[in-house]
């Protein structure tokens, strides 16, 4: 073989060596650009994902936070409404005592009256003496149909009901 044949075979493959080398450098520039633009796209996924997290959380802390408020309002009104009961049952209390204590002073009375009355046997301890002294007692039902200068109280008779407008009885 001659030598330039020999030269012509190792310029070839020097020329081949190069092109592949060439190629490779060319491809992996444009599989790196590639794999950075991915990396980019990641990133960027990442980072809306990431801002959508916060937006929920804070979406989230919002909810908690009107939650919050809302048990405070209704923790609130709950301490109202139990004063208010408690405010009631002491006023029903106190109606209670008072009526009691009327309704001995009325007893009282009574005895007394039974004890004045000569037709009450007060030794014998009549058990109906008690319930006839109510009976005699006048009750709202018994009272006329009238007023103070003796005119007739004008009655409803749909309802059975006297004219309340100027204090008359119902």
């Known amino acids: 073989m001659e030598t330039s044949t020999i030269v012509w075979i190792i310029v070839a493959i020097v020329v081949v060596i190069a092109i592949i080398v060439v190629v490779m450098l060319m491809t992996s520039r444009r599989r ?20 959508e997290s916060d937006v929920a959380r804070r979406e989230r802390e919002a909810e908690a936070a009107r939650s919050a408020a809302a048990a405070k309002q209704a ?42 009355d000569p037709d009450v046997d007060a030794d014998r301890g ?19 149909d009238r007023d103070v200068s003796g005119r007739e109280r004008p009655i409803d008779t749909e309802t059975q009901r006297t004219d309340t407008d100027q204090g008359r009885r119902i």
Do not use: F, I
């Not at 794999?35 to 994902?49: G, P, V, W, Y």
């Not at 009631?88 to 209670?96: D, G, M, V």
């Not at 009549?126 to 006329?144: G, S, T």
């Open 32 to 51: 790196r650009e590639a794999h950075l633009e991915s990396e980019r796209k990641k990133a960027a996924e990442l980072r809306q994902s990431a801002y």
């Open 126 to 144: 009549d058990a109906d003496a008690a319930a006839r002294r109510r009976d005699e007692l006048p009750a709202d039902r018994d009272l006329p």
């Open 75 to 116: 923790e609130a009104d709950a301490m109202k409404a139990k004063l208010e009961s408690d405010r009631l049952a002491r006023e029903s209390a106190t109606h209670q005592s008072d009526a009691q204590q009327l309704r001995t002073e009325a007893d009282e009375r009574l005895s007394k009256a039974d004890a004045v």
